[in-house]
C-alpha cells in the first residue's frame, strides 16, 4: 500500500526561477511554488517532499528513494535532463511509482531539441504549458489516481 507522499523532483537549473528568463518562466521563485504545493497537498490528504538538483544522479536517486519508501506517486520537472537524460527515462521504467513528467512551458513551442522528451517517454503523463498551475495540476491528477 502506498502512503500519501509525493515526491516533487525538480533538475537543472529551476532553482533559478523567478529571475531565468522570466518570460518564459514566470516570476515566481521556487520557494514560492513549492509553498503553495505543500498548502495545495495538505488540502488533499497529501504529503509533498520537494527536492530539487542540478544533477543527475541526485534526480535518480530519489526517484529510486520514491519508489522503495512507497510514495504514491512523483512529480518531476527534469529541466534540461528532459531531452538527454536517458539514465533518468531509464530510472522511470525501473520503478512502479507513477511518475508525472511537469513543465512551465510548452516544450512543443519552443526549440526544436525541446520536442522530445526521455523522461515523457517513460512517465505516466506530461502536463505542460500552464507555468506554476502545472504542478498544482498534477497535484490534482495524483489526487485522483
Known sequence: MTDSTVYVLNGPNINLLGIREPHIYGHETL????ERLVAHGETLGLTIKALQSNHEGALIDWLHEANATGAKAVILNGGAYTHTSVAIHDAIKGITVPVIEVHLSNPHKREEFRHKSY??????ATIAGFGARSYTLAIDAVAAL
Do not use: K, L, P, T
Open 31 to 34: 520557494a514560492d511554488i513549492n
Open 119 to 124: 523522461i515523457g517517454m517513460a512517465a505516466m
